[in-house]
Every structure is written in C-alpha cells, then in structure tokens.
C-alpha cells in the first residue's frame, strides 16, 4: 500500500489516502469517493492529475504505469483546465491545469507583471475579494476553482511590514 | 494525554504537517514521542543566503493548543537553550522584524500568528487577517508563516 496526497475542489488541504500501486484510477477515485471529497459520484468527468502536469492520467492505467508513487500529490477536478486571472497594478490571466501549484502561479505572476526582485520577494496571492485567505504556495490551484466555474480571480499583494 | 496535546500530535500526521515534511519545508528533529510537552522543537527550512545552515530550530510552547495561539523561540538544539541573537536570521523587507532581538528578549517571534506578539498588536488582526491566529488553525499555519519569511520568492526562481 502506499499514501497519496490527495488535492481537490473542496479546500487548501490535501488528504493522504490509502491505496494499492496496482489499483487503477477509476479504483483509486472510488476510495477517495468514500470520504465524499469527489463532491459526488465517481464518472468520467473527474479529471486526475498528477501534481504540476496539464494533463490528465487516463482512468484505465494502473497507479503504477502513471508513475504515481508513494507520497506523490495528485488533484480530483471536474474541471481539465483553470482560467486564472490575477489583479496588481493591472491584469493578467492564463490557463493552467487544476494539479497547478500556487507557487507556480505565483512565479507566473510575478514575471507577467514583470516585478523586480525587491518587489517579488515579499509577494502573496489572496482570493479577490476574499483577503483574507492567503493561498499557500503548495495548494493547487484547482482547489480554489469551483466545480462549475473552471476559473479563480486573485489579487497579487505584499503585506504591510510587520511592526508595532 | 490531555486534549491539547492529543489535536497537536494528531496534527503532526495530518496530510498538511506531512507534505511539508515531505517537502522539507519542516519536521522534527526526533521522534514525535520525543517531545517534550509542551515544548515541541520543530526545524524550518530556509534560504542558505539567510541561514547558512539552511534550517532554523524553532522551540514552541503550544499549551492550550489550537485555543491560544503557539509561541516559539529560536532554538540551539547543541545546547538546548535560545539560539544565540546574533545567529538569528537577518531579514529584509516586510518581515525584516520577525525575528527581532530587541523585543521580548528574542524569546519569540514578532509575528501574527505568535501568542506573545499578538498581545497588544490587535490592529494585526486586520492588517494579518490570513496569519493572525484563530483556533481554526493549525500548527502548520504557523510554519509556513515562518517558511514564507525564510525563503522569498527570488527573480532566479522566477524564471523556473
């Protein structure tokens, strides 16, 4: 047996699930449907990806043909692609796969702005409109991108200096 | 074990501890039946060109844990005292005070999520809405504040 990380629709935080290298997809999506994280039944519609790839494992290959190993991060998304859109001193969007890391996004950003190296340092993304909620860099970006709207909006933003 | 020590060990075998773990942006630098309550030490990793070592040791005291915030002090785990203020990391930008020597003695971070400088800092809740400690979070957000501070996004990475 081995755990994956198991990244979806439904929050920042992955999950380790249980699974056999020889269980198949479709078979690795029906345990994670037991913790209701698929958002309902396992179909075709449920894209899998392992982390940072754009494209999707097929539901037939077994864990071990993908080259899915133990601890390795994979993202449930009925979405195949995420339209991003980032807001700083303008706006920018790009497509990337839901498996996308933060982190990646993040890069993406700062050279889309083309921010110097004083400037990105100290860079976040945050929920447009939602401040409150920091994207941590190894979230995947498909976990902020609801079901039925394959897009996220997110403001590029520095922190104010932590003082007194 | 009370209940505060219990959700904390749980939290250490959750997937959010664990991937950093696997990450190596984190862990322990025992066996997590090591510690000693309420004290865990955790390790950070960190930019070698902020940390030569490339880690910094972290001494937390988390009673009351996830209702009151964590506080941690930098730690030599050599000698198991505070890490000596002129090895703390030197910073620039925003989080350049994070790790001040001349406040509290150096015995925590200045940070919102840190149980000793949130006090008298409430304007942080609405400057940190994202770091300042609720019992939501976990010990995780804590590090990762910490891992954010110590590993800045650099242009060399931008161009990954």
């Known amino acids: 047996m081995i755990e994956l990380y198991v990244h979806a629709q439904n929050g920042a935080d992955p999950k380790l699930v249980k699974a056999s290298e020889e269980s198949t997809i479709t078979e690795l999506l029906q345990i994670i449907a037991t913790t209701g994280d698929l958002g309902g039944k396992v179909d075709e519609e449920i894209f899998v990806f392992t982390e940072d790839s754009d494209e999707p494992v097929e539901h037939h290959r077994k864990l071990s043909e993908c080259e899915i190993r133990h601890r390795h991060h994979i993202h449930c998304h009925r979405c195949r692609k995420v339209q991003v859109s ?11 796969g839901p498996a996308t890391t933060v982190k990646r996004v993040l890069k993406w950003a700062i050279k889309a702005f083309k921010l110097s190296p004083t400037d990105a340092a100290d860079k976040i993304l945050v929920l447009k409109g939602h401040g409150s909620e920091e994207l941590p860099l190894d979230a995947h970006i498909g976990s902020f991108a609801q079901p039925h709207h394959c897009s996220v909006e997110l403001s590029l933003t520095a922190p104010v200096e932590v003082q007194g | 074990m009370k209940p505060d020590q219990s959700l904390f060990m749980a939290h250490l075998e959750g997937a959010p501890f664990q991937s950093g773990v696997d990450a190596g942006k984190w862990g322990l630098p025992g066996a997590a039946t090591d510690i000693v309550w309420p004290h865990p030490i955790v390790w950070v990793a960190a930019d070698p060109k902020i940390m030569p070592q490339g880690r910094i040791f972290l001494c937390f005291t ?6 009151s915030a964590p506080t941690a002090c930098p730690w030599d785990v050599g000698t198991n005292a505070k890490l000596g203020g002129h090895l703390y990391p030197r910073l620039t930008g925003k989080f350049q005070r994070v790790f001040r020597t001349d406040w509290n003695g150096g015995n925590s971070l200045y940070a919102p999520c840190d149980r000793m400088a949130m006090a008298g800092h409430e304007q942080w809740k609405q400057a940190y809405p994202y770091w300042w400690w609720t019992a939501e979070f976990t010990i995780v957000k804590y590090l990762g504040f910490v891992h954010l501070c110590l590993n800045p996004i650099r242009d060399e990475n931008a161009a990954a």
């Open chain 2, 62 to 67: 988390v009673d009351n844990y996830p209702v």
């Open chain 1, 86 to 96: 980032v807001f700083y001193n303008g706006e920018h969007h790009e497509t990337f």
